[in-house]
Structures are given as C-alpha cells and as structure tokens.
C-alpha cells in the first residue's frame, strides 16, 4: 500500500481538544475534555455483527499456522464461528455465575470463544497462561477459580494444561481444546463447537443483552499479589472504543491494520487493541514475537510482511526493534510503509530510544510519526488519559479523554489521581468491601498514581506520571522519593544498559538501586563481552566502568538525596512473574521486587562486590 502523506497528516494531527479546568472548595482539581462521546452500541458483538454484513471478506483476524504460513478469518466468517460458539454455551447453562475459563495464550479459537461469550451475555475470563503452566504452585490459579466458579474452560492445546486443570477444577467442568482429550472429565472437540448450529435460545439471549451486562473479567493484583476479578461491562468496552476513535481520529478514514504481541488477559491489549480492531472494521494480526532477545526475531519477521497502521510496543520492545530498523532499510520502509502511529506503555522510555524512534521516523515519513503514551488501568477500561501530539521527549501521558473526568487530589506533596467515566468498573466481582474501597465518596476510581502538570497550571499541556503512591517512600531524613519519575531518569541516564530499575531506600539516608540489566546492550560495550555469561559480565571491569560511569554523572546532576542514587547492582536473575514481580506487559512491581529479593536490597547497602558506587561532587 502507498504512503499517502496527505491521510497520515490529516488523520493525526487533529486540532487539540479545549481542556476545562477548575479548583474546588477542598482544593482538588477536576480537569475534563469539553464535550460529549459519541453514541455507541450496546455491545462489541453487535458492532462485529453489523461489520460482517459491510464488509464480510476483510480479514478479521490473522495468525501464524503452524507451517509458517497466515491462517486469516474474515468478519463473515468470524460471525458463523462466533454464533456457534455463543449457541453451545447457552445450551451448556454457562452464566456470569458459571463463566468460561481461558487458560491459553492469543490465538484465533481464543477470539472466538472470548466474543463468542460475550454474544450470548456470557462473561469469559482469560489468564496469563503462567498461571497453569509455570510450576508445581498453583495459589493463584486456586484463588481465580475460587472467586470465578467456572462452567467451562478452553485450552489450546489439552496436554500443555491438563495437570493444572485437574489439579483446580472438578470433573463436572467440561473442556474445549483444540488437541488432545482428558481423561478426567469432558472434551469437546473446538471443530465441534464451531459445527453447532445456531439457535433462537441463543438469539434470545444476544437480545438480552444490555451496556450493564458483564462481557468479561480481567484478573490484576496491583501490588498485593492476590488476583482479583475486574467486572467489564460491554458498556464499558464500547464507551471506551467511542473514546479512542474520537482520540485517534485517522481511525475514521481507514479501517485500522494491527499486528500486536501483547497478552489478551491484560487490558491494554485484551480491551482496547483487540476491539480497537473489529470497532473500526479493521484487522488484527497475531505477533507469535515477544519484546526478549529470542523473541524479537518473530517479530521482525511478522513486521516484514505486515505493515500496520498503528502500532504497540514496551520501551525494551522499541529498543530491540531499532537495532533492526536502523540497519535493515527494506524492512524500515515497509513498518512506516502506512503508519499514521506508534505508542508506548508498560515502562518508562529513555530520551535515547525515544530520539532514535523519532529521527528513524522522520527519515521514512515526512513529518515524522506521533510516538505517542496514555494513562489508564483494568479498571478505567483502559483508555482514559492520552495525546496524539508529538512531544519533544517521552513521559507524558496526555490529557483526559473525551467523557473522563480526572480529579487531581493533594496527597502530601502530590497529586492523586482519581477518574471517572462511563468505561470505568462498576466494581470487583464477590468482593464488595474491595469495591467500596476503589471508589471515593464522589464516585472517582482511585487509580493509585500520582500526576503533575507538564506544564504548571495548564492542563492542556498534558500530564507527567509522578510515581505509584503505593511504591513512594521516605528517607531517613522524612524526604518523600517519587520512585516512578527517578526510575525513569535512572534508566535514561544509563543510556540503554538497563530496561527498568528497583529504588531502595526507605528509612535509609540515601537511595540505591537494583538493576534489570539489557544484556545485549552490555555486551556491546566491548567485543571481548560478546561471548561472556551474565555472571561473567557483572564482574567485568569494562562492565562495571561503565555503570560507574553514568551512576556518577547521574548523581552529580542530581538535585538532592531524594533524587540521587549512589549505587546500584544488575540482577542476574530474571523477574519472576508467579511472585508478581513484573506483570504480562513488562512493568515491573517495585514493592514485589523489594520484597522478593530483600537479600540483595539489604547487599545494596555492604561490601557485596556486586555493588557498583557512583562518585559525585567529591563525594561517594
């Protein structure tokens, strides 16, 4: 497909929305977007079904076979498969009390189970599939089905989750799997269920269905460790999708073309770029890649042959990414073939992967391309603060979307943020007393994050992310540490050698940090590094030189204690997802790592020889 610069212009530079602001008696902000979100349907399903009649050969949905060639579904046939799934489970007494499991990972069968639920009013739960297959430590699994009850569970492939299935749910809870049978309860052929004719019952119940109906549940456990079940409603999911096409208004003159990699059980992608797709007609093609030194090459090879439209990544991501696209023109050209956008979320990104993106941009789109970041969580839908304007550098998460309300509360030196909209939860399912704690007395989400104005006083500049309340902390001295924002000056300020950083230091007199370490970044420090084990390298003096290096020009630009850290370690071993560290997006749980790993924040602080120190100002 031809660039047509005159579309990506005009589809992405839109005027900036008119922000309202105003200062209550108690001293909190509300900020707002004026006007009001367009009608939208009462359910996703009905927006597919309407797509199938317009345009029924567009490819919906697109995946990796497994001989390597594209297994593509078109809306038209998208909507047989989905009306078959929605009449066997109406037949099999499936309710928002009796839900479907999903225990796999992105794949085609999942998407039709996942909506062919949520036609007939029934609510499905998808799960990180390390939930099931990560060992023999199945609490979390345990607690999902606990809270769930589930009538049904689907699995890609039966012998990869048998044991876990087996191990947490009855015999009486059949199982949909694409291979292989157990032979402890129930199989059902997925080929079955989709030669299941359609029925009035299940018609009867797509009727049914209203903008309250609970369409999903998207288990997330913030920094508690403890899954929770987050109620979506299909008004949700639609008032959400209104607000994103009204934010990314190029949305309205071509149906969307995605190629993503991120996880379905987690909101950014299972709700806003799934159904970003089929709202606006356009196609979803499965990354079988991840954002990880093996993973990246699925990717590349995904991106050479699908060029998208708009287009997601973590900041780790974006980094491995470049270090193809700036030495690879062919494939350079075809990603920014027809992108009208990229965005980022999951991390912070530094200002050096930032100007790389921008200046690779730019050489391939006149004008460059919008590299664009957002604010929300599983609670807020979870679109809900954004900018399509370019910035000159990353961190800020824009301005409320149309139809949300932000309420800017002081909190100390801070500001928390609380949010109201019509695609915020109406609560956590079974849990009353979790619910009545979320909200304040005014009706506001408490999202749990600090924001500052990125320009003071006005709010059309947009926000910055001041740090997770939760994850803030005090010096020895009672200086208050926003650890968000100096994990993010960390991580630029060591120039690509580390993804992401873990802040000690409360109660201490000073900070010290430890360190997820990008270790292809580290051994292109020298060709002697090339072959070296991570053990290896952590001694290296050419390695340690360099984190000395940029941990002093760090601290010596620092403002004061609360802003500098003096000395760090890299981790050698990985985050650890089943102990919360770092959730299925890449972000990393800075009081989970602190809590794991509490031997090496107390190492941070002796003679370990791991530990790297920063000189500054003569001092160390």
């Known amino acids: 497909m031809a660039f047509d610069t005159a579309l990506a212009v005009g589809a992405t530079r839109q005027a900036l929305p008119r922000i309202i602001m105003e200062t209550q008696a108690d001293g909190s902000i509300i900020v707002r977007q004026e006007g009001e979100i367009p009608a939208y349907p009462r359910c996703i399903t009905e927006r597919f079904m309407t797509g199938a009649q317009t345009h029924p050969d567009q490819v919906w949905m697109g995946q990796r076979s497994a001989s390597g060639d594209w297994q593509t579904v078109t809306y038209a046939e998208g909507k047989m498969a989905m009306e078959a799934v929605a009449s066997l489970l109406v037949e099999r007494g499936l309710s ?18 996942a909506l062919g639920a949520q036609h007939a009013g029934i609510p499905s739960a998808a799960l990180a599939p390390a939930y099931a297959l990560s060992g023999e430590d199945r609490s979390k699994l345990i607690s999902v089905v606990e809270q769930l009850t589930p009538g049904m569970v689907f699995a890609d492939h039966a012998a990869r989750y048998l044991p876990a299935i087996s191990a947490v749910l009855g015999p009486d809870v059949p199982l949909v799997s694409l291979t292989g049978v157990a032979q402890d309860r129930e199989t059902i052929a997925y080929d079955d269920v989709l030669n299941t004719a359609p029925t009035a019952a299940m018609q009867a119940a797509h009727d049914a269905v209203t903008s309250d109906t609970i369409a999903k549940f998207l288990f997330t ?142 050489r391939h789109v006149e004008g460059g391309v919008p590299l664009v970041s957002g604010l929300g969580a599983t609670e807020t839908g979870p679109f809900a603060l954004y900018h399509t304007d370019k910035k000159e550098k990353p961190g800020n998460v824009g301005v409320p979307a149309l139809g949300v309300t932000l309420k800017l509360v002081p909190q100390e030196d801070k500001l928390e943020a609380r949010l109201k909209s019509p695609s915020i939860t109406p609560g956590y399912w079974r849990n009353a007393p979790l619910t009545s704690q979320a909200f304040d007395e005014d009706g506001f989400y408490k999202l749990g994050d600090a924001l500052r104005f990125a320009v003071p006083g006005d709010p059309a500049g947009g926000f910055l992310f001041d740090g997770r309340l939760a994850e803030n902390f005090k010096l020895a001295t009672g200086t208050w540490v926003a650890v968000g924002q100096l994990r993010s000056r960390l991580v630029d300020a060591l120039g690509g050698l580390i993804s992401d950083a873990v802040i000690a230091g409360a109660e201490r007199d000073d900070l010290r940090a430890l360190l997820v370490p990008n270790w292809p970044r580290i051994r292109e420090l020298a060709e002697a ?13 050419v390695v340690r030189s360099a984190l000395e290096q940029r941990l002093s020009a760090h601290a010596e630009t620092a403002t004061g204690s609360a802003t500098r850290v003096v000395a760090a370690m890299l981790l050698l071993e990985p985050l650890n997802f089943d102990k919360g560290e770092v959730t299925d997006k890449g972000s990393v749980n800075q009081r989970a790592v602190l809590r794991e790993r509490a031997d090496l924040a107390e190492a941070l602080y002796g003679d370990d020889p791991r530990v790297v120190h920063a000189t500054w100002k003569g001092n160390r």
């Open 529 to 541: 590094l090339q072959s070296l084990s991570p053990e290896e390298l952590v001694v290296h003096p």
């Open 221 to 362: 456990s913030g920094t508690t460790g403890s899954p929770k079940a987050v109620i979506q409603t299909h008004g949700m999911l639609c008032a959400n999708q209104a607000m994103i096409r009204e934010a990314y208004d190029f949305l309205i003159h071509e149906p969307p073309v995605i190629i993503d990699w991120a996880p379905w059980n987690h909101t950014a992608s299972g709700n806003k770029v799934f159904n970003m797709a089929i709202y606006n007609g356009g196609s979803y093609y499965i990354d079988d890649g991840r954002p990880t030194t093996e993973g990246i090459h699925a990717t590349i090879r995904n991106l050479r042959e699908v060029a998208p439209t708009w287009y997601f990544n973590v900041p780790v991501g974006y980094q491995y990414l470049l270090d193809v696209l700036e030495t690879d023109e062919s494939l350079a050209r075809t990603f920014f073939s027809r992108m009208r956008m990229m965005m980022y979320a999951g991390a912070g990104m530094s200002q050096a992967v930032w100007d790389r993106l921008q200046a690779l941009a730019e």
């Open 96 to 113: 928002a009390e009796r839900p479907l499991l999903i225990l796999s990972g992105n794949s085609i069968a999942h998407a039709v189970m």
